[in-house]
């Protein structure tokens, strides 16, 4: 099974910062991963998906980067609402099974 | 416009039978490239992918939970069934159902992230 190492566990930021998620998988995995936000109380929703591509309607201050095992997620600017926890998952697909980070909890200062 | 939920017991006794329906709208779960996950959620843990049934019948289960999981599917009512066995209260958590939109290829379909969720429901397991 592909592992998932996702840091930091918890983050602190002043709005308008620039914020960094980092997430490492066991073994190459290509660009076969993603980046759920979960506010709480709700159901996880994909901000990105297979390594950098932004989904329809999330705002542009929203990033991705990387490929193999170590991937970025980048917020370029903090805003109140960006207030969550990140989640990365990761696909195989011989045989399929989806991996997710242990996510990191994200407070404003 | 996309929409999942998901429905069944709040709380169910150890070792009993969890059955959680998702009854999904605006997509057909006929059409190639489509499927449903379930994904569960530990009160304050990460996310679990449990299951996943395809748009041509195919099943796939989680390594860990294979021998306890059954997942099914009515395309006339637009519904994804899963049960699991001999629950425990380990298995107290937010259970969620979840779109996966393939990507076709030359190679075959890309099936890698969910882009619909349900707002998940809550299973307590204890006596």
């Known amino acids: 099974d592909i592992q998932m190492t996702q840091s930091p566990s918890s983050l602190s930021a002043s709005v308008g910062d620039r914020v960094t998620i980092t997430c490492q998988a066991s073994?190459?995995?290509?660009?076969?991963l993603n980046w759920y936000q979960q506010k709480p109380g709700k159901a996880p929703k994909l901000l990105i998906y297979d390594a950098s591509n932004l989904e329809t309607g999330v705002p542009s201050r929203f990033s991705g980067s990387g490929s193999g095992t170590d991937f970025t997620f980048t917020i370029s600017s903090l805003q109140p609402e960006d207030i969550a926890t990140y989640y990365c998952?990761?696909?195989?697909?011989?045989?399929?099974?989806?991996?997710f980070g242990q996510g990191t909890k994200l407070e404003i200062k | 416009q996309v929409t999942l939920r998901e429905s069944g017991p709040a709380l169910v006794k150890p070792t009993q039978t969890l059955t959680l329906t998702c009854t999904f709208s605006?997509?057909?779960?006929?059409?190639?490239?489509?499927?449903v996950s379930w994904i569960r959620q530990p009160p304050g843990k990460a996310l679990e992918w449990l299951a996943r049934?395809?748009?041509?019948?195919?099943?796939y289960y989680s390594t860990s939970l294979k021998t306890r999981l059954t997942i099914s599917k009515d395309t006339s009512k637009n519904q994804v069934v899963l049960t699991m066995t001999n629950m425990d209260p380990v298995d107290t958590a937010t259970y969620y159902c979840a779109r996966i939109r393939g990507q076709a290829y030359s190679s075959g379909w890309y099936l890698g992230y969910f882009d619909y969720w349900g707002q998940g429901t809550l299973v307590t397991v204890s006596s």
């Open positions: 073994q190459d995995i290509s660009n076969y």
């Open positions: 998952q990761q696909y195989d697909n011989l045989p399929p099974e989806y991996t």
């Open positions: 049934i395809d748009w041509d019948d195919d099943k």
């Open positions: 605006g997509f057909s779960l006929s059409t190639s490239g489509m499927c």
